[in-house]
């Protein structure tokens, strides 16, 4: 039987690269309408995923006062600005591209993701950051069988998957909770979110003979509809437990291989 593959299609956007977002985008603070636009566009300031850089002109409520601080943001300068927005300021909350930007970034803002309450595309909630255009996220069933080791501890041993590929990632195996030895592990407060895939149910961790494995494992009750097939799931990180697929050692992704992107 041949073994699985470890290799997956990597991120193809360059840092700076720049494109339209055909979709409206707005955003809210304390209940009010920040900005509303069908002309924002996408920029990557860094490979894993895009920002949104919003025009000037689209800005509805709010004001921008620039805090005269200027930083390389990955497609060129941008001077940072507060925004004042009623009786509230939210200092650092945006930066205005500079000259030596590409041109399509002139008269725009790229928002701190935190500063701005709730984020919308059309009428659906954006979580975390945008969505790449160039990044898909298949949740495929699969009769792969999975087993998953830590220690010489057998942590899970299921018979099929459901195998979720995500652009830029390794592929992660969802096997259904009956086939989890849960007195092995121990549930974790963690909570991560994924605007691919939703917000995480559970995390859980390993106490090994040797050490304590802080969340190894995880779970989306409530996926996205694109990975409706997780739901109820859990999966490990390939990362920190020997992952048998088909009877074979999968080999571990390296740092080069995960990039920057978040392996969850």
Not at 11 to 18: D, F, Q, R
Not at 218 to 233: C, E, K, M, S, V
Request: proline residues 7%; charged residues 25%.
């Amino acid at each position: 039987m041949v073994n699985e593959s470890v290799l997956h299609p990597s991120l193809i956007a360059p840092v700076g690269h720049v494109e339209p977002v055909p979709r409206r985008v707005r955003g809210l603070i304390g209940g009010r309408v920040v900005f509303d636009t069908r002309r924002a566009l996408y920029v990557w300031e860094w490979q894993a995923y895009p920002q949104f850089s919003i025009p000037v002109e689209d800005l509805v409520d709010g004001e921008l006062v620039d805090e005269h601080h200027t930083e390389h943001h990955g497609a060129g300068s941008a001077r940072r600005h507060s925004l004042r927005i009623g009786p509230e300021v939210r200092e650092g909350a945006a930066w205005v591209w500079d000259e030596d930007s590409p041109k399509p970034l002139h008269g725009t803002v790229r928002f701190e993701w935190e500063a701005v309450d709730f984020w919308f595309e059309e009428d659906e909630p954006v979580f975390v950051h945008p969505r790449s255009p160039y990044s898909r996220v298949d949740a495929l069933r699969s009769s792969s069988g999975v087993r998953v080791e830590l220690e010489g501890v057998v942590l899970a041993e299921a018979p099929n998957c459901v195998k979720l590929f995500e652009t830029g990632l390794p592929t992660r195996y969802y096997i259904e909770r009956m086939y989890v030895d849960w007195t092995r592990l121990r549930h974790s407060d963690t909570v991560t979110r994924c605007p691919y895939k939703g917000t995480t149910s559970s995390y859980w961790s390993f106490d090994g003979d040797t050490a304590s494995h802080e969340d190894i494992a995880w779970g989306y009750d409530f996926p996205t509809i694109h990975a409706n097939r997780i739901a109820g799931l859990v999966a490990f990180y390939n990362e920190h437990v020997d992952l048998y697929i088909d009877g074979h050692l999968l080999p571990k992704p390296t740092d080069s291989v995960l990039g920057a992107a978040k392996p969850e």
